[in-house]
């Protein structure tokens, strides 16, 4: 599962520590707020977690934080939930995230790429101008503060420009991307009661045209609370009667007006992936995002104004959210609205050269999915400006960060990261002067005492456990909307361990400080009293050039028994003949445990996702444990039903 991993894939250069942000940043903490001078980053994490109130002074003042009105302090509250950080405090997100037009007027705050990938630049004049002219626009329509402000919209600049223009006014943001059908935008917006939809009329995907008027009608009906929809042509379509045109709303040279808010005032509605049931709308703080994301994309990321921030991501995930705060740093941030791999699959690679990108972020499955592919990034892309390749969504198996080391280029620094749409951020991951070890994430971030916990509470070290946080960090939600006594939030993640977040992965925090992800704990495979994440078997599984994608599950039967099948989707021209079970069983055998060879091998014609692109573990358990498809998943939470609808009907003719 973890191998000792004694030399480094990579180690910072003495230049790279010195001109980080993080090591500036911890020489100032050192004279300014009693850091601890000496013992690198783990002193520094240390200091940080023993030190919450200090730690978090520090970063606002360091990356220059404008309070309209003082805080009284940092932290009023620590307990979980309910943490109150900085109370009386007020400031505004959008007015941080568009400082740098301040310096760099004319130069592009945004880079915009379709799937011609040819870059389109927004300069920070014009992006704060369209802001300020949205704004002036949304208060005319009369949105106030904690008014919701919905986006049916593709990662394109509107959506941008309207995220930043709601929270200027002290709106609240809540978003989803347009390929998800009606009734999971309804299960979402609903919820939130949204004032203004902002939509498009379609979009391209994989180079055809998608159109969703039928769907935006749909959303329409069905959301009374609607004073205004604000049409965007993507397609070129003319507005549906009734509707505001986009052009006319962001066309005045107005400075944009800023709603001093509470720090704790919510920014945004994300939501879960809902699986099981409705989706939770997780509600997140203006102030809360503004200090998390300024740690962690200017320290652990070490983002500043030369950089050019691309994330492959949709706005239906939390890591748009935590692109578009790139701006906050004063970077130049990347949208690409398009197939992640039209024309090819090297289509991402391709845009990191076009856009100049220095911190370019995937998803571990487009990793594997390229070195499956035969893509050789560096021998047909100008990646020389890429200092850093990031993943997340599930665990970067060992093959990706060797594929990586030796496609892209052996000075690469790879942030293998971790974190949840729950926080909008990272637990663990990147951090500029650390080594990187196969399969390890570097470390935990600043202000997060991460710890793996036995069942009984204990924090262990070099064995699996559950991913707790010990303290509260900024951007944990200051609630979920719709949940008046608290419970649903509570349950969620303080059921387990009173007081502490558990967030439902199993980790190792390794003796030198690392951590590695095995997966959901809430989907382990436990055979014998021997735990272990499904991301553990796919890792191995995968590595075999039939298999394209594999699904294991594990059911504790009534009679005390285990069963544990693996389903397998086979790449094209694939045999799952006896040739191909043994080296399944001998792959898992040899590189995992002889404990979890599964007990049958089951070709499927896929492997269902959600809409963020997970697969789906627990909903497909219910169904092989009996529940019906209707209460074992949430229809609209999931990309293909009919694969669902595969796995049901195998659940009844096995019963």
């Known amino acids: 599962m973890t191998s000792p991993n004694p030399?480094?894939?990579?180690?910072?250069?003495?230049?790279?520590?010195?001109?980080?942000?993080?090591?500036?940043?911890?020489?100032?903490?050192?004279?300014?707020?009693?850091?601890?001078?000496?013992?690198?980053?783990?002193?520094?994490?240390?200091?940080?977690?023993?030190?919450?109130?200090?730690?978090?002074?520090?970063?606002?003042?360091?990356?220059?934080?404008r309070f309209s009105t003082p805080y009284a302090r940092v932290l009023g509250d620590r307990s979980m939930p309910g943490a109150q950080w900085f109370p009386g405090?007020?400031?505004?997100?959008?007015?941080?995230?568009?400082?740098?037009?301040?310096?760099?007027?004319?130069?592009?705050?945004?880079?915009?790429?379709?799937?011609?990938?040819?870059?389109?630049?927004v300069s920070w004049t014009a992006l704060r101008r369209q802001v300020g002219s949205l704004a002036a626009e949304l208060r005319?329509?009369?949105?106030?503060?904690?008014?919701?402000?919905?986006?049916?919209?593709?990662?394109?600049?509107?959506?941008?420009?309207?995220?930043?223009?709601?929270?200027?006014?002290?709106?609240?943001?809540?978003?989803?991307?347009?390929?998800?059908?009606?009734?999971?935008?309804?299960?979402?917006?609903?919820?939130?009661?949204?004032?203004?939809?902002?939509?498009?009329?379609?979009?391209?995907?994989?180079?055809?045209?998608h159109d969703r008027r039928d769907t935006v009608a749909e959303l329409r009906r069905e959301l009374p609370t609607l004073r205004a929809v604000v049409h965007i042509p993507l397609l070129g379509t003319d507005p549906p009667e009734g509707t505001l045109e986009w052009s006319a709303l962001t066309s005045a040279d107005v400075a944009p007006v800023y709603e001093e808010v509470p720090f704790d005032h919510p920014l945004w509605v994300l939501y879960s992936s809902g699986t099981t049931g409705l989706p939770k709308a997780i509600v997140q703080s203006q102030g809360g995002i503004l200090v998390e994301h300024l740690k962690q994309l200017g320290l652990h990321c070490d983002l500043g104004p030369e950089d050019r921030f691309f994330w492959y991501t949709s706005t239906g995930w939390m890591m748009w959210n935590f692109l578009v705060s790139g701006l906050l740093t004063g970077t130049t941030i990347v949208l690409y609205d398009g197939s992640p791999g039209h024309p090819d699959t090297?289509?991402?690679?391709?845009?990191?050269?076009?856009?100049?990108?220095?911190?370019?972020?995937?998803?571990?499955?487009?990793?594997?999915?390229?070195?499956?592919?035969?893509?050789?990034?560096?021998?047909?892309?100008?990646?020389?400006?890429?200092?850093?390749?990031?993943t997340t969504g599930s665990p970067l198996p060992p093959d990706g960060f060797r594929w990586l080391h030796d496609e892209v280029r052996d000075d690469l620094w790879i942030a293998s990261v971790s974190g949840g749409t729950d926080v909008c951020s990272c637990f663990a991951g990147a951090v500029p002067t650390l080594p990187v070890h196969i399969g390890e994430l570097q470390a935990p971030g600043l202000g997060t005492d991460l710890?793996?916990?036995?069942?009984?509470?204990?924090?262990?070290?070099?064995e699996v456990g559950e991913l707790v946080v010990t303290n509260p960090m900024p951007s944990m939600p200051i609630r979920f909307w719709n949940d008046p006594d608290g419970s649903r939030y509570h349950d969620s993640y303080f059921d387990t361990y009173p007081g502490v977040w558990r967030h439902g992965d199993w980790i190792t925090v390794t003796s030198r400080g690392s951590v590695v992800i095995h997966g959901r704990s809430d989907s382990t495979l436990n055979r014998q009293g021997v735990r272990m994440g499904s991301a553990d078997i796919y890792e191995a599984v995968e590595r075999l050039p039939e298999i394209r994608e594999s699904l294991v599950i594990?059911?504790?039967?009534?009679?005390?028994?285990?069963?544990?099948?693996?389903?397998?989707?086979?790449?094209?021209?694939?045999?799952?003949?006896?040739?191909?079970?043994?080296?399944?069983?001998?792959?898992?055998?040899?590189?995992?445990?002889?404990?979890?060879?599964?007990?049958?091998?089951?070709?499927?014609?896929?492997?269902?996702?959600?809409?963020?692109?997970?697969?789906?573990?627990?909903?497909?358990?219910?169904?092989?444990?009996?529940?019906?498809?209707?209460?074992?998943?949430n229809p609209g939470s999931v990309d293909n039903l009919d694969l669902l609808r595969f796995y049901a009907e195998l659940a009844r003719d096995r019963a």
């Open 89 to 121: 405090a007020t400031l505004n997100y959008a007015e941080h995230a568009l400082r740098a037009a301040d310096t760099r007027a004319d130069e592009p705050a945004l880079l915009y790429v379709d799937e011609t990938h040819e870059p389109r630049p």
């Open 554 to 633: 594990g059911i504790e039967q009534a009679d005390g028994g285990y069963w544990m099948p693996l389903f397998v989707h086979l790449a094209p021209g694939a045999v799952l003949d006896e040739a191909l079970l043994g080296r399944i069983k001998q792959t898992i055998r040899e590189q995992l445990s002889p404990r979890h060879i599964p007990d049958e091998v089951i070709e499927v014609p896929g492997v269902p996702h959600t809409l963020t692109g997970k697969r789906i573990e627990v909903p497909v358990k219910r169904l092989l444990q009996g529940t019906p498809l209707e209460k074992a998943v």
């Open 346 to 390: 090297g289509a991402q690679w391709r845009i990191a050269e076009r856009t100049g990108a220095t911190l370019y972020g995937t998803s571990a499955a487009y990793v594997m999915a390229c070195r499956k592919a035969d893509v050789h990034p560096s021998r047909d892309y100008d990646l020389s400006r890429v200092k850093c390749v990031a």
């Open 140 to 209: 005319a329509l009369g949105v106030r503060p904690g008014d919701r402000v919905s986006g049916y919209l593709p990662n394109v600049p509107q959506a941008v420009v309207a995220l930043l223009a709601t929270a200027a006014v002290g709106g609240v943001w809540t978003s989803c991307a347009p390929d998800f059908g009606a009734r999971s935008v309804l299960d979402r917006f609903q919820q939130v009661e949204p004032v203004v939809l902002f939509t498009v009329d379609g979009y391209r995907y994989g180079g055809k045209e």
């Open 7 to 65: 030399s480094p894939l990579w180690q910072p250069d003495r230049e790279r520590i010195t001109q980080a942000q993080i090591t500036r940043f911890h020489t100032w903490a050192a004279e300014h707020h009693g850091a601890p001078a000496d013992g690198g980053y783990a002193a520094l994490h240390r200091w940080s977690v023993d030190e919450l109130d200090t730690f978090w002074q520090a970063v606002t003042e360091w990356f220059g934080v």
């Open 451 to 462: 710890q793996s916990w036995d069942p009984s509470g204990r924090p262990v070290t070099d």
